[in-house]
């Protein structure tokens, strides 16, 4: 069974930074791409972040470039998204999900909630 576990949300003042992670288990992780995707309250998915197999090929929305930094490391079959310069714009639930295709992932975590506030 395949489980992704998100962890280390939390609130935190604008200009913050906090770090997600998410622990995967029951899949070749080393073979995966996997996604970080986000809900705002009373919106829909919106995608922020996919990083390749090997970690070697990054993508980010426009809006989190240069804030945002999606890695990895296979030996602990543990993504995650360092999420700095934080704004009141990016509160929202963060999903860690595998890649299935280019475009459409199969398997998601319950999700961490980021809240930015002052």
């Known amino acids: 069974e395949v489980q992704l576990v998100e962890s280390g949300g939390g609130l935190v003042q604008p200009g913050g930074s906090l770090r997600l992670s998410c622990a995967a288990s029951g899949l070749t992780f080393s073979s995966a791409a996997m996604s970080w995707v986000r809900q705002a309250p009373g919106k829909g998915l919106e995608w922020v972040s996919t990083i390749d197999s090997g970690g070697d090929i990054t993508y980010y929305k426009d809006s989190v470039k240069g804030r945002f930094t999606i890695s990895r490391d296979n030996a602990k079959n543990t993504l995650y998204l360092q999420l700095n310069s934080l704004k009141t714009e990016d509160t929202a639930m963060y999903y860690c999900?595998?890649?299935?295709?280019?475009?459409?992932?199969?398997?998601w975590g319950q999700g961490t909630q980021v809240t930015v506030s002052s």
């Open positions: 999900a595998k890649q299935y295709t280019d475009y459409s992932l199969d398997y």
